[in-house]
């Protein structure tokens, strides 16, 4: 289980990302990305950003290639905005909650519909 301090790093870098996600980045690759999650390793050299993207599996995929090109920009914005020993590398990943719930969903409706 994280310890508080790196509860509070991730929420904070989530926020930062999240907002320079919505309002900064300007590549037309990156459609209607939400950050979800962030998890930074202890000695803040690495985080996983999780991302939810709406469209098809294309959009998806081309949304992320754009998080990543942007990678610079946004590692730059957790740098100036958060006083952290070192700002940590960002790597990208789908999140892929959302169509798990999904798809247990259909298969609970199954269920009570068998």
């Keep these: ?58 959009e998806q995929a081309a949304s992320l290639e754009g998080l990543r090109s942007a990678h610079g920009y946004l590692q730059r914005r957790v740098g100036t905005e958060l006083r952290l020993k070192r700002t940590p590398t960002l790597e990208f990943a789908h999140d892929q909650t959302a169509a798990r719930a999904a798809r247990l969903n259909a298969l609970l409706d199954e269920e009570d519909e068998g």
């Design 1 to 58: 289980m994280a310890s508080d301090r790196m509860r509070r790093v991730n929420e904070a870098m989530r926020e930062v990302l999240s907002d320079a996600t919505s309002q900064g980045l300007k590549d037309p690759r990156v459609g209607f990305v939400t950050v979800t999650e962030v998890d930074t390793s202890p000695d803040l050299r690495h985080a996983t950003v999780f991302v939810s993207v709406l469209g098809t599996p294309e």
